[in-house]
């Protein structure tokens, strides 16, 4: 990727200028479900903090959810990669992904960050499914969404991080 590439990313309208928007302190409400079809499990505090690292060509989402005995925390890896003309992301949390790091990738269509990993059942079983969307409805709303795909089934939400912006956007 040459440096008139992503500078044109950066530029209003581009790829790299849309993620950049996300950058700022949030705090929301996280929503976490365990069966397709049920109320929400799970429903905690979550403040967060998107900020433009590597010069403005990734974002690192840092957060945390819930108190006590709920508690949990996390960071992400937000990319456009320009030359593949995919989104990517790297995604640990305390709670969702115990000691592995999820790595997700899938074409860079529309304007929505949606990436697509996938992570073992612990017993040996086929793999299962992860997608994530982040859709920023507006400058000060920013909403995370997950999504668990059965190796047999329909994908099914389950997390969903609905935040607004606390604070000035930053980069």
Not at 14 to 35: I, K
Request: with cysteine.
């Amino acid at each position: 990727m040459g440096s008139n590439a992503f500078e044109a990313s950066c530029a209003e309208g581009g790829g790299h200028h849309r993620l950049c928007g996300m950058c700022g302190d949030w705090e929301g409400t996280t929503r976490v479900w365990f069966e397709p079809g049920q109320p929400p499990a799970m429903e905690l505090p979550q403040r967060g903090t998107i900020r433009a690292i590597a010069g403005g060509r990734f974002l690192l989402h840092e957060y945390e959810a819930g108190e006590g005995d709920q508690a949990s925390s996390g960071a992400a890896i937000y990319g456009l990669h320009l030359d593949e003309r995919a989104y990517e992301s790297a995604w640990v949390d305390s709670f969702h992904t115990g000691t592995s790091v999820m790595y997700s990738t899938a074409p860079a269509e529309g304007e929505a960050f949606s990436v697509r990993g996938s992570y073992g059942d612990g017993r040996g079983g086929p793999r299962w499914g992860w997608r994530t969307e982040l859709v920023q409805p507006s400058d000060d709303e920013l909403v995370v969404t997950m999504y668990n795909v059965p190796p047999q089934g329909a994908e099914a939400k389950a997390v969903e991080t609905s935040y607004r912006r606390v604070g000035a956007a930053r980069d």
